[in-house]
Nanobody, 124 residues
Framework: QVQLAESGGGSVQAGDSLTLSCAIS????????MAWFRQVPGKEREFVAG????????NVADSVKGRFTVSMDNAANMGYLHLNSLKPEDTAIYYC?????????????????WGQGTQVTVSS
C-alpha cells in the first residue's frame, strides 16, 4: 500500500511562489504517475497538473497553465508542484495522487492513492 504526504503549503500574497512536495512511501510496485488536484469547500476536487510515470508527459489545467509546473523524482519517491504568480483564486487544499504506470491523466478516478492535502491561501 502506498502512502502520500503533501507539504509546503502556506499563506502568501498574490504574485508569490510556493513549491508543494509529495512524499511517497510504502510498496509502490513500480514507477508512478502523479497528479495534483485542489479543492475548496463546497466544490468538487479540480485537476491542476499531472505527470506521467516516465516524466516525459505533463498535463496542466488551463486555469494554471504558464504559472504552475509539475515534476517528479521516482528514484527519490518525491513529486512537486511549483506554483508561481499565485492568485487569490488559487486558494484551496492541494492533494497529490498517484497511479502505477500512469500518464498523468486529469481524471480523478485514475488515481488509487491520495494524501491528506496541504492548504494554500493566497491573499490579495
Amino acid at each position: 500500500q502506498v502512502q502520500l504526504a503533501e507539504s509546503g503549503g502556506g499563506s502568501v500574497q498574490a504574485g508569490d511562489s510556493l513549491t508543494l512536495s509529495c512524499a511517497i512511501s510504502g510498496n509502490t510496485l513500480g514507477p508512478l504517475a502523479m497528479a495534483w488536484f485542489r479543492q475548496v469547500p463546497g466544490k468538487e476536487r479540480e485537476f491542476v497538473a499531472g505527470i506521467s510515470y516516465t516524466g516525459g508527459t505533463t498535463n496542466v489545467a488551463d486555469s494554471v497553465k504558464g504559472r504552475f509546473t509539475v515534476s517528479m523524482d521516482n528514484a527519490a519517491n518525491m513529486g512537486y508542484l511549483h506554483l508561481n504568480s499565485l492568485k487569490p483564486e488559487d486558494t484551496a487544499i492541494y492533494y497529490c495522487g498517484v497511479q502505477l504506470y500512469g500518464l498523468g491523466s486529469p481524471e480523478e478516478r485514475a488515481y488509487h492513492s491520495w494524501g491528506q492535502g496541504t492548504q494554500v491561501t493566497v491573499s490579495s
